[in-house]
């Protein structure tokens, strides 16, 4: 037996075309199959029976038949060639319909994020890419096919669905809470998000109660408020949709029963003239599922 080096593969034709004729047991019908001459399998054969050093098939008055080292090797070629195709098909063999949103980062965090699990073990073809914005004007600034905005729905050229209507509440970390004897927590100090809207007062005004006193830590993002009011820094006035996971963890606890339900909420939008899809109520589903 000549040497061969076990750690190279034979050229893909070669095992294409023993793949065909060990299957159809014809050298014709493996070269119309795989749309090359009948000469040119048998070529393809001869070589990668002369590499192995081994007797593949048969030479019969009438069509071919595998030997038993033919027949041992061709379910290992015919896997391997299965699993090329399922790869080949699964990245490329359907359309990928890639989607840029632009949102807020506490709305990509906190309520696109942990929708991504459902998504992704479906048999979607969404690529999703998230833009953070900050400010009004940063969407302008974003190449962006959706835009999820706070307010009332109505956006100049724009059509809408509303994803969740806001609700908000004050909210800390259990053990700050189970620190205070008399159980007041309005003697905590309160976190703010920076922002044109003063969100505590506004809760105050709804709860018609006196307004809060002035907050002690500021933040510029929701989300780095929420994080400081879950390790104990203080009272978060939360967005009730948006903490729902940190609430089941039990990692913040509700100061109030009732929650300030506003008239406004978070929207997912796009350009009234866009020609929507089918890639547009898949995605529309999954940003208004329930997540896990």
């Known amino acids: 037996m000549s040497e061969f080096e076990f750690n190279t593969l034979p050229p893909m034709e070669w095992l294409r075309s023993f793949e065909a004729a060990g299957r159809n047991g014809n050298f014709t019908a493996a ?11 048998s070529q393809h054969i001869r070589a990668l029976e002369e590499k192995l050093d081994i007797l593949l098939f048969r030479r019969l008055p009438r069509g071919v038949e595998l030997t038993a080292d033919g ?49 992704s073990l479906s048999s979607t073809s969404l690529e999703i890419s998230l833009s953070s914005v900050y400010r009004e004007v940063d969407y302008d ?36 809470l189970d620190s205070i004897e008399d159980g007041h927590w309005q003697s905590l100090p309160f976190l703010t998000v920076k922002g044109s809207r003063d969100g505590w007062r506004e809760w105050a005004k709804a709860r018609d109660i006196r307004p809060v006193m002035t907050s002690r830590f500021r933040f510029d ?19 009730l949709p948006l903490i729902q996971t940190h609430l089941k963890r039990q990692t913040l606890t509700l100061l109030d029963p009732k929650p300030h339900v506003m008239s ?3 929207w997912i939008t796009w350009p009234h003239d866009r020609l929507l899809d089918k890639y547009h109520d898949e995605l529309i589903n999954f940003l208004r599922s329930t997540s896990n």
Not at 148 to 160: K, V
């Open 264 to 266: 406004t909420g978070a």
């Open 221 to 239: 993002s929701f989300i780095t408020a929420l994080h400081a009011a879950e390790v104990g820094a203080g009272v978060v006035l939360a967005s």
């Open 71 to 119: 027949e041992a090797y061709l379910p290992h070629i015919e896997n391997a060639l299965a699993v090329i195709k399922r790869g080949t098909a699964d990245l490329f063999g359907r359309p990928r319909r890639k989607i840029t949103i632009a949102s807020p980062s506490s709305v990509s965090s906190l309520w696109v994020a942990p929708r991504l699990t459902t998504m």
């Open 31 to 41: 070269a119309n199959e795989i749309g090359l001459t009948q000469a040119s399998v």
């Open 141 to 176: 600034a974003v190449d962006s096919d959706y835009q999820i905005r706070y307010g009332n729905g109505h956006w100049p050229d724009r059509d809408a669905t509303l994803l969740y209507t806001e609700a908000l509440a004050p909210a800390c970390a259990p053990d700050l």
